[in-house]
T-cell receptor, first 110, second 114 residues
Framework: GQNIDQPTEMTATEGAIVQINCTYQ??????LFWYQQHAGEAPTFLSY????GLEEKGRFSSFLSRSKGYSYLLLKELQMKDSASYLC???????????FGKGTTLSVSS | KAGVTQTPRYLIKTRGQQVTLSCSPI?????VSWYQQTPGQGLQFLFE???????NKGNFPGRFSGRQFSNSRSEMNVSTLELGDSALYLC?????????????FGPGTRLTVT
């Protein structure tokens, strides 16, 4: 079957670094996505990993290990505006669906 | 370039009624996916359309249906509404096969069933 898991909540302080982990199980895989969703808004795309390794994009980095079914999103130099829900999702084999985790709510305090 | 648009943004219906939601994808995008988001279950995949064909369907009852038009606009319909159908319904568009699977989400339709 298909399964994807991530922590429900995390807290951190401004300027810190936080790592949000995601584990998944699926028989068909076509990439791992991270989305950010602020309360009351639509999810917005953050990153996409299809090969193993680290992808860096400004303050955000995403890592994938396909053999371990594991990904993480690394947020550096945290800002208050980073308080949001972070959604991990994998694309199915055909690329016709994204299967999402329930999201990790990150609260950044000063 | 205009983003994904969804109408209406808010809707209140009573049990037993039916509802139709509309989604216009980003210009040039031919794939449209629909998701249901609830606090308890998170974002759940409903179905995906490409070139007017449903290519994939999530684990939802037959009361949930959809279609896509030749201009890539899509509608989803929910018949015989239940209280549990209250949710945010999100539409996402992407270029389609041969391109990145990155999806762009619309603002959603907030459906409340009373």
């Amino acid at each position: 079957g298909q399964n994807i898991d991530q922590p429900t909540e995390m807290t951190a302080t401004e300027g810190a670094i936080v790592q949000i982990n995601c584990t998944y199980q699926t028989s068909g895989f076509n990439g791992l996505f991270w989305y950010q969703q602020h309360a009351g808004e639509a999810p917005t795309f953050l990153s996409y990993n299809v090969l193993d390794g680290l992808e860096e994009k400004g303050r955000f980095s995403s890592f994938l290990s396909r053999s371990k079914g594991y990904s993480y999103l690394l947020l550096k130099e945290l800002q208050m505006k980073d308080s949001a829900s972070y959604l991990c999702a994998f694309a199915n084999q055909a690329g016709t669906a994204l299967i999402f985790g329930k999201g990790t709510t990150l609260s950044v305090s000063s | 370039k205009a983003g994904v648009t969804q109408t209406p943004r808010y809707l209140i219906k009573t049990r037993g009624q039916q509802v139709t939601l509309s989604c216009s994808p980003i210009s040039g995008h031919r794939s449209v996916s629909w998701y249901q988001q609830t606090p308890g279950q998170g974002l759940q995949f409903l179905f995906e359309y490409f070139s007017e064909t449903q290519r994939n369907k999530g684990n939802f009852p037959g009361r949930f249906s959809g279609r896509q038009f030749s201009n890539s606009r899509s509608e989803m319909n929910v018949s015989t509404l239940e209280l549990g159908d209250s949710a945010l319904y999100l539409c996402a568009s992407s270029l389609g096969p041969g391109h990145s699977y990155e999806q762009y989400f619309g603002p959603g339709t907030r459906l409340t069933v009373t």
